[in-house]
C-alpha cells in the first residue's frame, strides 16, 4: 500500500466525533500504514497529556485515553455504517500498550465483529490466558476481566445495558436508575443498578459463583424459575448439573483480590482450591483425597509461581502431588499439563 500524508489535526477531529465518510477512509489508511507509527505514537502520547489535569499527569492514570479511544470507536461503529476497524484497533492497542507497559496494566483484546441484519454493532473484549484486562464501558461502568475470560456487549449501549459473560469478571456499575444492568451466562442472569459484583462463569466448571460487594443483586436462573435477592458479602453457587444454587456470607475480598494479583484462601476447602488454582495458572487440577477429609487451607500469594505454591501446600496440608505433562492426541495438538493432588504418605 503506498504511504498516505499524517494530518495529526486530522485525526484529532475524528476522534473528537467530527468524521465524514472521506475522512473515516483517511483513518483506516493512516492506521494500516506501517511508515506512520511513529508519528501515531507521538499524537497519542500528545493527546494523553491534553487530556488529563495538571494535578494528575504524576499519577500516569490512563483511564481517560483509554476511554476516550474505546468510546470514539464504539460511537463510530453505531453511528456509522459498519465498517471493518479491526487493524484500526490493533494499531490503536499497540500505540497505547507502549504508553501504559510501565504500569503494568494489561489491556484486553478488543474484537470487533460485523452483524449484516443489525445496525448496531457488538463489541467484544476479551483477556487472555495469564493476563487480566482492565476495561471501561460507554455508560461509566468499569470492571476487570480474569484470564481467558470475555464480555460482549451491543453498541455504545444506547437501547440497553445488556453483557453476555464468558469466564470471570468483576463489574463496578454506573447507577442508571432508568436502565438496569443485566449480565447474563448460559445459566444464569443478574441483575442490577449500580453496584460491585464478581461472576465467575467457566465453560469447563460445573458451577457459577456470584459475590456481590456492594449495593443489591437480583440473581435469576435462565428460565426465571428460581431467584434471589443478595446483599452485600452474599456469595452464591449455582450448580450447572443440579440446576440449584446455595448461598453463604462470606469475606468478599477473598473473591475480588484477583484483579490486583492476589490469590487468597481464608479456611477454603480442597476442592475450591483446586478448583481457583486451576483457574489461576490455567491448568487442569484433580483431587484424589478422600471426600470425608475435610482439609481447608488458608493462605495469601502475590505473584508466586505455581511449583512454589504447591510446594507450600505440601508442606502446609496433609497432601502431595504430582504434575502429569501434556501428551500428543491424534490431531497433532497436546493436551494440558495436570496436577495429580493425593493423601501424603504417612
Not at 489508511?29 to 501515531?40: G, H
Not at 459463583?209 to 443483586?217: A, D, Q, R, S
Not at 488458608?298 to 502429569?324: G, H
Request: glycine share 4%; with cysteine.
Amino acid at each position: 500500500m503506498d504511504g498516505v500524508n499524517f494530518d495529526g489535526e486530522r485525526i484529532e477531529s475524528y476522534f473528537k466525533g467530527e468524521f465524514s465518510e472521506e475522512n473515516a477512509s483517511y483513518i483506516e489508511n493512516v492506521f494500516c500504514d506501517d511508515s506512520k507509527e511513529a508519528e501515531l505514537n507521538r499524537l497519542l502520547h500528545k493527546q494523553f497529556y491534553e487530556l488529563l489535569p495538571e494535578d494528575e499527569l504524576n499519577k500516569k492514570d490512563l483511564d481517560n485515553i483509554l476511554y476516550r479511544i474505546h468510546y470514539e470507536i464504539n460511537t463510530s461503529l453505531s453511528e456509522q455504517k459498519i465498517r471493518s476497524f479491526d487493524k484500526i484497533t490493533k494499531w490503536v492497542l499497540r500505540i497505547v500498550a507502549v504508553i501504559i507497559l510501565p504500569l503494568t496494566i494489561i489491556i484486553g483484546i478488543h474484537t470487533y465483529k460485523e452483524y449484516h441484519l443489525q445496525k448496531e454493532a457488538w463489541v467484544e473484549i476479551k483477556a487472555p490466558a495469564w493476563t487480566r484486562a482492565q476495561f471501561y464501558l460507554p455508560d461509566g461502568t468499569t470492571g476487570w476481566l480474569n484470564s481467558k475470560s470475555s464480555i460482549k456487549y451491543k453498541g455504545n449501549f444506547k437501547s440497553d445495558r445488556k453483557i453476555t459473560l464468558k469466564g470471570e469478571a468483576f463489574f463496578d456499575v454506573f447507577k442508571d436508575k432508568k436502565r438496569p444492568f443485566i449480565v447474563s451466562t448460559p445459566e444464569i442472569n443478574v441483575k442490577v443498578l449500580g453496584t460491585k459484583f464478581n461472576i465467575a462463569s467457566y465453560e469447563n466448571e460445573k458451577t457459577v459463583e456470584v459475590l456481590l460487594e456492594e449495593g443489591k443483586l437480583l440473581f435469576n436462573e435462565v428460565g426465571m424459575n428460581k431467584s434471589f435477592t443478595m446483599k452485600p458479602n452474599d456469595l452464591i453457587v449455582y450448580n450447572k448439573v443440579q440446576k440449584d444454587f446455595s448461598t453463604e456470607v462470606v469475606q468478599s475480598q477473598k473473591y475480588v483480590s484477583w484483579k490486583e494479583g492476589k490469590l487468597v484462601f481464608r479456611n477454603d476447602p480442597l476442592d475450591v482450591v483446586a478448583r481457583r488454582l486451576g483457574r489461576w495458572y490455567n491448568i487442569d487440577i484433580e483431587v484424589n483425597v478422600n471426600s470425608g477429609e475435610d482439609i481447608r487451607w488458608r493462605a495469601t500469594f502475590l505473584d508466586e509461581n505455581l511449583t512454589d505454591v504447591l510446594n507450600l501446600m505440601k508442606r502446609s496440608l496433609p497432601v502431595d502431588y504430582r504434575i502429569q505433562p501434556g501428551y500428543p492426541q491424534s490431531d497433532g495438538s497436546y493436551t494440558r499439563s495436570k496436577v495429580i493432588i493425593t493423601p501424603k504418605n504417612k
